[in-house]
């Protein structure tokens, strides 16, 4: 059998690993990379790692977990804390994860890296894509452009995750997507 290409995939939370891993693999040798400094507090952030590892058990993929470094995140989005969601403290926290995937992938030489975000509704593809092609130049790899979310991809994802008896989380991820809205 011809060896699939290998691809490192950046991965914020199991729910949505479950369903786009399990796509990817159909074409790529999958090796996942946990990397969120942006989750807050720590315990959430331990809960969503933990439930990422039961799904590389179960798809079979080697797992990478990231330094959790809030405090480097913190610092760097700042000053952009009342900015609302999909708003310029996202753009950072986007490019800060690619950037270290792709740093990743160099590390391990894998030349191909993308994200699972574009999975979800509240985020934007065609950003996460102009970043990954940026962050792709800047290291000389290649990005694999997606919209996850095509082809229901997201109620996909809610309805394996459920079935999987996965957690699934109510805010993105941040300190301040948190916040109660106003009403
Ligand atoms: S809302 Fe989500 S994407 Fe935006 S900064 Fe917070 S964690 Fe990052």
Same mark, same amino acid.
């Given at each position: 059998?011809?060896? $699939?290409p290998g691809i490192? +995939?950046?991965?914020?939370?199991?729910?949505?690993?479950?369903? +786009? *891993?399990?796509?990817?693999?159909?074409? /790529?040798? *999958?090796?996942?990379?946990?990397?969120?400094?942006?989750?807050?507090?720590?315990?959430?952030?331990?809960?969503?790692?933990?439930?990422?590892?039961? *799904?590389?058990?179960?798809?079979?993929?080697?797992?990478?977990?990231?330094?959790?470094?809030?405090?480097?995140?913190?610092?760097?989005?700042? $000053?952009?804390?009342?900015?609302?969601?999909?708003?310029?403290?996202?753009?950072?926290?986007?490019?800060?994860?690619?950037? @270290?995937?792709? @740093?990743?992938?160099?590390?391990?030489?894998?030349?191909?890296?993308?994200?699972?975000?574009?999975?979800?509704?509240?985020?934007?593809?065609? +950003?996460?894509?102009?970043?990954?092609?940026?962050?792709?130049?800047?290291?000389?790899?290649?990005?694999?452009?997606?919209?996850?979310?095509?082809?229901?991809?997201?109620?996909?994802? *809610?309805?394996?995750?459920?079935?999987?008896?996965?957690?699934?989380?109510?805010?993105?991820?941040?300190? /301040?997507? @948190?916040?109660?809205? $106003?009403?």
């Amino acid at each position: 059998m011809e060896k $699939k290409p290998g691809i490192l +995939v950046h991965l914020c939370c199991a729910p949505d690993a479950l369903y +786009v *891993v399990s796509l990817l693999q159909e074409s /790529y040798e *999958v090796t996942g990379f946990f990397y969120n400094p942006n989750i807050h507090p720590e315990e959430e952030y331990l809960l969503r790692l933990a439930e990422t590892r039961k *799904v590389a058990d179960h798809l079979k993929f080697r797992l990478i977990e990231g330094d959790y470094d809030p405090e480097s995140w913190l610092r760097l989005t700042e $000053k952009f804390k009342n900015e609302p969601e999909k708003g310029r403290r996202c753009l950072i926290c986007f490019a800060w994860r690619l950037d @270290r995937t792709a @740093r990743k992938a160099l590390e391990e030489n894998i030349p191909l890296f993308t994200t699972i975000m574009s999975i979800s509704p509240w985020k934007d593809a065609a +950003v996460l894509n102009r970043i990954g092609r940026m962050t792709a130049r800047k290291y000389r790899l290649e990005f694999l452009e997606a919209n996850f979310k095509k082809k229901d991809g997201f109620n996909r994802s *809610v309805i394996m995750s459920r079935e999987f008896g996965l957690y699934r989380q109510n805010y993105c991820g941040c300190l /301040y997507s @948190r916040r109660p809205e $106003k009403s």
